[in-house]
């Protein structure tokens, strides 16, 4: 059962008050499209990793050769969407019919862990649907115009993080109800739940942060390098 990964790059980022479109943005040195590739590539549970691109940045990731050219299972990379949806559809249009399962992540968390992808995808193979998420250290509030609405269990929430692995036709199926009905998610996960499909849940890592603020940036930098110590130690 081969499994792809697609890794979605085709966001602005505009929080990060950057010039340079989010995933082509550096970290320690390299672009945080180039980490989160290496990352999915360094799972034994991953066959092929695809790039989903901004069509108007193709360009500049071809001019990332150096990097890309490090990357092992690196499939040609996919123009993406206007919306997360028209990505994930354009990065499982491009798959062969081999492809099986696939895992979808975002570029804009470089820091994710080869062997939280490898036990994502197992789950996923086994039931269908899984995502990593850390669970909630704060109290949730649902606020509605500003007023609170429910203060779920504290036990019962957890944060969602990427990759997010699917049996091909799950997600495929979940996309189509999606667009049929005009529902635009957040994450996939919440596309596949409406078609009544549950969930697991893979516990992750802190550290496998979004990049969404500067300060994002000079957290995950220090996380790198507290990994390079440990690693040398």
Same mark, same amino acid.
């Given at each position: 059962?081969?499994t792809a990964a697609l ?13 340079t479109p989010k995933a082509?943005?550096?970290? %320690? ?8 590739? &290496?990352? !999915?590539?360094? @799972? ?10 901004? #069509? @108007? ?5 071809? %001019? ?8 092992? *299972? ?8 206007? &919306? ?8 499982? =249009? @491009?798959?062969? $019919?081999?492809?099986?399962?696939? #895992? ?6 470089? !820091? +994710? ?8 995808? /197992?789950? =996923? ?8 998420? +850390? $669970?909630?250290?704060?109290?949730? *509030?649902?606020?509605?115009? /500003? !007023? ?28 189509? *109800? ?28 802190? @550290?496998?942060? *979004?990049?969404?603020?500067? &300060? ?9 390098? =507290? ?7």
């Amino acid at each position: 059962m081969a499994t792809a990964a697609l890794v979605l790059a085709a966001g602005r980022g505009d929080r990060l008050r950057s010039g340079t479109p989010k995933a082509f943005v550096r970290l %320690a040195g390299r672009s945080l499209l180039a980490h989160a590739l &290496e990352a !999915l590539a360094s @799972s034994a549970e991953i066959d092929l990793v695809v790039p989903v691109i901004a #069509a @108007s940045e193709l360009d500049r990731f071809a %001019a990332l050769a150096a990097e890309r050219d490090q990357i092992p *299972k690196l499939a040609p990379p996919v123009a993406g969407g206007r &919306e997360r949806q028209d990505s994930v559809r354009a990065g499982l =249009a @491009s798959l062969g $019919p081999e492809i099986r399962l696939v #895992a979808v992540h975002d570029a804009a968390r470089p !820091l +994710v862990r080869g062997e939280d992808v490898s036990r994502v995808v /197992g789950l =996923a193979r086994l039931h269908g649907a899984a995502l990593l998420a +850390v $669970p909630a250290t704060d109290t949730i *509030k649902r606020v509605r115009a /500003g !007023l609170v609405v429910e203060t779920p269990p504290r036990t019962e929430c957890w944060v969602a993080q990427t990759p997010q692995a699917f049996r091909i036709e799950i997600l495929r199926e979940a996309l189509a *109800k999606a667009e049929q009905e005009g529902v635009v998610g957040t994450d996939d996960t919440q596309l596949v739940e409406r078609l009544g499909v549950a969930v697991r849940v893979v516990e992750g890592d802190p @550290s496998n942060l *979004k990049i969404t603020r500067p &300060e994002d940036l000079l957290l995950a930098e220090a996380l790198l390098a =507290a990994r390079s110590r440990r690693g040398g130690a």
